[in-house]
């Protein structure tokens, strides 16, 4: 199994950014794909999950500014980020988990500073 993300990078506050997470390896419509994130010193939170049938759930913190998305036929997870401000600077990471199954990757840097 692999997860990669890609699409951080270093982004103005308000400005948008769209994070891609690549699946292989897997049953990728079984699983529940989420997204979280991490700044130095703190652990990995969880921002969104968007579940194998589809239903979706946000953290507090992104509700209204961050959209997940996935494409089946595409083993893609999306994570659609707008209105960034410069406390979303973290390393952002895509999971995948199914039972007693979990995976990560290796996550993608996004910095919002002007």
């Known amino acids: 199994v692999q997860l990669v993300e890609s699409g951080g990078g270093l982004v103005q506050p308000g400005g948008s950014l769209r994070l891609s997470c690549a699946a292989s390896g897997m049953s990728f419509s079984t699983y529940n794909m989420n997204w979280y994130r991490q700044t130095p010193g703190n652990q990995r939170g969880l921002l969104a999950t968007i579940t194998s049938g589809g239903t979706t759930n946000y953290a507090n913190s992104v509700k209204g500014r961050f959209t997940i998305s996935r494409d089946n036929a595409k083993n893609m997870v999306y994570l659609q980020m707008n209105d960034l401000k410069p406390e979303d600077t973290a390393v952002y990471y895509c999971?995948?988990?199914?039972?007693?199954?979990?995976?990560w990757g290796q996550g993608t840097q996004v910095t919002v500073s002007s």
């Open positions: 999971s995948a988990r199914r039972l007693m199954d979990s995976y």
